[in-house]
């Protein structure tokens, strides 16, 4: 698959092509073995066999869910990563286990998503692609058009809804303080650099004793996103 892949990109560059080569993750689709069954495992491949500079991925949140992960999680991953280069602009039901297509209407996971695109600085060449159909039981042509628009205001809300929140920065400043110890000098950050041994870690709990114990404060944590919602 990756030779395949190789040869893509070569015939990319022999004709002059510009585009952003993508690959969707796609649990359940069904393969016995999988090298694109989410976010974490499709980048490992394309690092793997020296394709990551040349491939992003494709997110489709009905795939998320269908890995086990949440709506947000592999827009999340990917965008961490910088390899967030397209959306597939759908959702589906958490209790049926199959791709089902439907049109995303939850305002906080649309919210999130586009958090994580703003954080990436956008989405490149890529986009929104409302990959949906309409339910079965919506049989009138009206349908389809409410579901597309539906939609789309549901990812521009949750768009400014993220400007918002990072504008106002109350939550970001939270999220910032319970990982200060990663940053600057501290003492997270020397570990996360690799400039630590097991002897200092041990040197320093013995130096510093239990550590604090600091409250996670998820509750309110959801309260402020919730204000923004």
């Known amino acids: 698959m990756a030779a ?7 015939y990319k560059e022999e ?7 993508l690959i969707e993750p796609k649990p359940r689709e069904p393969c016995k073995h999988q090298y694109d069954y989410d976010a974490q495992t499709t980048i490992a491949f394309l690092k793997t066999y020296g394709l990551d ?4 991925l494709n997110i489709e949140p009905n795939h998320t869910t269908l890995a086990g ?3 947000e999680h592999d827009i999340m991953i990917a965008a961490q990563y910088g390899m967030l280069g397209s ?25 999130l998503v586009m958090g994580a695109i703003i954080d990436q600085g956008g989405l490149g060449k890529g986009g929104l692609n409302f990959d949906c159909k309409v339910r079965r039981e919506s049989t009138d042509d009206l349908d389809l058009f409410i579901g597309h628009i539906g939609a789309m205001d549901t990812f521009a809300r949750g768009l400014r809804n993220a ?5 106002e920065g109350t939550l970001p ?3 910032k303080d319970r ?3 990663f940053d600057g000098d501290g003492f997270g950050k020397k570990v996360e650099d690799g400039l630590l041994s097991l002897e200092d870690c041990e040197e320093y709990i013995k130096k510093n004793g239990e550590p604090e114990q600091r409250s996670g404060q998820q509750e309110l944590y959801e309260m402020v996103l919730n204000r923004f919602v």
């Open 4 to 10: 395949a892949f190789k040869m893509a990109m070569k």
């Open 173 to 175: 400043n939270m999220v």
């Open 15 to 21: 004709n002059g092509m510009t585009p952003q080569f």
């Open 87 to 111: 959306v597939d602009s759908n959702t589906g039901d958490p209790l049926v286990g199959w791709d089902t297509d439907q049109f995303p209407m939850d305002v906080k996971k649309a919210t």
């Open 163 to 167: 400007a918002k929140i990072r504008e």
């Open 53 to 56: 500079k040349d491939f992003k």
């Open 179 to 181: 990982y200060n110890s």
């Open 69 to 71: 992960h949440d709506f």
